[in-house]
């Protein structure tokens, strides 16, 4: 079965605090994602990676970078957190490009104070 | 630009029953479509993916179709079960230039099944 794991559950930072989330696939998946999900919004794509360092803006990257120094990890960095990044965080990978399936991660739920 | 709807936003329905949950999609150059679940607080699980090639798939008392002429699938869910609450969110793999390996999710149908 394919893993996906993210490191927190739930987090609580103050606005300014720089914020990393981790997610970890075991499945050896070359495409990893990072979305964000709001009530009424639904889910966004931040950013994607393809394969190791490489890296390519989604839908809403605005105050948001990422890193992928390993195949197996995924990591979403908010710099600067402010209030409006209060969301649930979701990472995915998938084998290979277009058309497999995407492995969801359990979620991690920010709040920004 | 694809865009993916689904209808109706809830549902209620009492233990028992046969069930459809509609998703329609704007633009039919797509992969696949996907079917999944979201518990609440957690994150996604697929129950089912529809290659664009196939018109459905079928896992245990959970049948999803697709009709890409008409830009519509739906998720049958037979004999439904308390446990079946959740929402369920489908998604589209577009084909395109900018597709960029993105779902296109739609805003999901939350699905209560009562005792």
């Known amino acids: 079965d394919v893993k996906v794991t993210q490191s927190s559950r739930y987090l609580v930072k103050r606005t300014g605090e720089k914020v990393f989330l981790e997610c970890v696939q075991d499945?050896?998946?070359?495409?990893m994602f990072w979305y964000r999900q709001d009530p009424g919004l639904g889910l966004r794509l931040i950013y994607f990676?393809?394969?190791?360092?490489?890296?390519e803006k989604g839908d809403i990257p605005e105050g948001y970078s990422v890193s992928r120094e390993k195949k197996e990890r995924f990591s979403l960095i908010l710099e600067s957190a402010s209030t409006n990044q209060t969301s649930m965080y979701l990472c995915?990978?998938?084998?290979?490009?277009?058309?497999?399936?995407?492995?969801f991660g359990p979620g991690t739920r920010l709040t920004v104070l | 630009k694809q865009e993916v709807t689904q209808i109706p936003a809830a549902l209620s329905v009492p233990e028992g029953e046969n069930l459809v949950l509609n998703c329609s999609f704007t633009d039919s150059a797509i992969y696949n479509l996907q079917w999944f679940r979201q518990d609440p607080g957690k994150g996604l699980t697929s129950l089912l993916l529809?290659?664009?090639?196939?018109r459905e798939q079928t896992s245990g008392r959970l049948n999803a179709s697709l009709d890409k002429s008409s830009g519509r699938s739906t998720l049958y869910i037979a004999a439904s079960q308390p446990g079946d609450s959740a929402t369920y969110l489908c998604a589209c793999d577009p084909i395109g230039w900018d597709s960029s390996y993105k779902l296109i999710f739609g805003s999901g149908t939350r699905l209560l099944v009562r005792p």
């Open positions: 990676s393809y394969d190791v360092k490489m890296k």
């Open positions: 499945m050896d998946h070359e495409n």
């Open positions: 995915a990978s998938s084998r290979t490009g277009a058309g497999d399936t995407q492995y």
């Open positions: 529809i290659q664009s090639s196939q």
